[in-house]
Structure formats: C-alpha cells, structure tokens
C-alpha cells in the first residue's frame, strides 16, 4: 500500500520523505507537513562541510572463526552457481556515550538519517537520483583504508576488486533497463574519498543514467518497487542470492541496507542506508559488509566489515 501511496503523492507533486526496508517489506512515509510531528531528523546534503569531533566507537568483534563459518558457506554457493556476487554482512556490538540523536548530529554524511529511538545511519552511498526525464544510480562497490602505500591504484588495478565492481555495475543497468531506457554507463569507476573515524576510505563507485521519461511522479513507488533491494547490497542474481543471504546471515537487516529518499515535489533523492547503528534493548549494534565473489579473501573481507565500523 505504501508504495502506491508514493505514486499518489508522486502524481500530486507532494513533497515526502520514504524509508525502506532491505527487502522492501516496510515502507515509512511522511509527508513533509507531517514531518514536524515524528521524531525523524534526516539530511541529503552533497556539499557539507566536514567538521572534526573527537568521538570514536568501541567495538566488540564477530570472531573470525564464526565469519569464516559464514564466508565459506558463500564461497560453496558460488561454486554451485547459485550466486556470482553476494554482499554478506553481519552485526557488532558496539560502545558509546552518545544516544542516537547525539550520533545523528555529528556524524558527517551525504545521507544521514535518524528513525526516533530506533536506529542513525550516515551513508556515503547515493541509490536513484530522478530529475527532469532522466533515473541515475550510482553503484559503490570496492572499499580501501586510503593510508595504505598506492591505495588508489592497488584498489583500481586489484581483478578481484575489477571483478566485483563489474558485477555490480551489469546487474544495477539490467535493473535501470526495466525502468528506463537508453541506459549508459557515464563514469566507471571513479574513486571518492570518505572520512572515516581515525582514518580516511576510499571508495569506487560507477555513475549509470536511464531516460524514465517526463511522467515518472505518479510511478514513483512503482519504479522503487522494482529497483529493491538495492543491488550493490545484495548481489546477482539478485533473486537467489537473496535467499542464501537468509540463510547464511542469521539475523534480520531489518532497516539496514534498505533505502531513504526525498522527494521535494520536483526531483527524488535517495540513499542506500549502510554505516548503520541499530538501538536493540539497551545495547547499540552495527550492521556492515562487503561484497564475496570467487576471489575474496575471507581475511581481507572480515577486515573490511570491521574497517566500516566508524562514527565519521
């Protein structure tokens, strides 16, 4: 029902902020008159200035023995042929003195968003953009502590990471495809830099466009319906990867690496919401991953999850 809500407040031109679950079982939505009355702060905001703060989380770790249990039932997978590529992640339990509110105000992001009590992400990662005839999306998959020696040619001539990347990049135009037309890659793998704690991240995304023509406000919903989950979060093929995701994972995502967007009434912006702390009781967890194909290293990927574990 949600999602065709968004196609009527879409065809009204209606501004409205939408929250989406992983699978897209669970859809929020408020209308930006309604916003004033939720206790929901969120900001999309390309441009923002970044300020230090002297905050940092402590963590306590997934063992590496239960993360290789997790990573090698992927790995038999991908030799069945069941999945090429599969984004698997896992909670950890995290410290701080800060509420989620204090999170939500200091963290520096793109994407930020904070869902009452309940969860703050501060994601780096765009989903669709749609303005005037035209749906972009922006793929981020490959990921660098940028201190390493030659880390941005190491990322970017690294065939594992070329490998992943291309994946994602083939699954995400097949998903405009269904949408849109004339899709097109407009940048391949460019690398943008995330502040990152105590360090910095490189990250490689790729920029993919599609003519969605100029009636796309009363489909809206329809058009997210078809594009989640976000592919650069699951994998491909996207069907029965989910499922192994079920099953290896063991825990609910629940929000974490679902969608947040707004629509002002003229253009939709949306982010996939990872670098993501959930409230559960009244301890914090911290929902993050990496992409496993044929050529992952199960080490190199643990410390990836663990290296996404930030107050940025």
Not at 17 to 29: M, T
Request: hydrophobic share 35%.
């Amino acid at each position: 029902m949600s999602f065709d809500r968004l196609n009527l407040l879409g065809s009204q031109k209606k501004p409205f902020l939408f929250i989406s679950d992983f699978k897209a079982q669970k859809v929020e939505l408020f209308e930006l008159k309604d916003l004033q009355c939720e206790d929901i702060e969120f900001s999309i905001n390309h441009n923002y200035s970044y300020k230090q703060h002297p905050h940092s989380l402590k963590i306590k770790p997934l063992s590496i023995a239960n993360y290789t249990k997790k990573f090698n039932l992927v790995i038999d997978n991908i030799k069945a042929g069941k999945t090429y590529l599969l984004n698997l992640t896992q909670e950890t339990k995290i410290e701080t003195k800060l509420n989620l509110k204090e999170i939500y105000a200091l963290a520096n992001a793109v994407y930020k968003l904070r869902f009452k009590d309940k969860f703050v992400c501060f994601s780096p990662e765009k989903f669709v953009q749609i303005e005037d005839d035209t749906i972009h999306t922006f793929p981020m998959k490959g990921t660098i502590d940028s201190s390493i020696k030659d880390a941005k040619n190491k990322i970017l001539k690294d065939e594992k990471e070329m490998a992943e990347h291309i994946m994602v990049v083939d699954l995400l135009r097949n998903d405009l495809s269904i949408v849109s037309k004339n899709v097109k890659v407009e940048k391949f793998r460019y690398i943008t830099e995330i502040e990152a704690g105590d360090k910095k991240l490189l990250q490689v995304s790729s920029h993919i466009s599609g003519k969605i023509g100029d009636d796309w406000h009363g489909k809206i919903g329809t058009i997210l319906k078809l594009l989640l989950p976000a592919g650069s979060i699951s994998g491909t093929p996207k069907k029965s990867t989910l499922e192994i995701i079920d099953n290896v994972e063991e825990y609910d995502r629940g929000f974490f690496s679902g969608v947040f967007g707004f629509y002002d009434g003229e253009k939709l912006d949306s982010g996939v919401m990872i670098r993501f702390i959930e409230k559960k009781d009244s301890e914090l967890i911290y929902k993050s991953g990496g992409g496993i194909t044929i050529d992952s290293n199960v080490l190199s990927e643990y410390n990836e999850l663990l290296d996404k574990i930030y107050l940025p």
